[in-house]
């Protein structure tokens, strides 16, 4: 069976499972937080990451995501 890599550049998302191992992979996060807290459950890694919560705009959350693009080292 062959492996396959799905390229990224950026992964965006909730409180998930998902998130957590895009972090883990190296890759910028972002993570999105409304129901949960970053401060108990937010992404870390060695990647440039970012957590957002509360009551969040779509322009901030590309703002946001646009950053993070910005660090990412090629």
Known sequence: ???RRIAAA???GVDS???FL???SSLP???????TSPDHVGVLG???FKNLEG????????E?????LRCRVP
């Open 22 to 24: 895009a972090a883990a």
């Open 55 to 62: 009551s969040l705009g779509v322009e901030l959350v590309a």
């Open 46 to 48: 060695v990647a440039p």
């Open 64 to 68: 946001e995501a646009l950053k993070l």
């Open 1 to 3: 069976m062959q492996s």
């Open 17 to 19: 499972g998902l998130l």
């Open 10 to 12: 950026l992964a965006i």
């Open 29 to 35: 996060t972002l993570g999105l937080y409304i129901a």
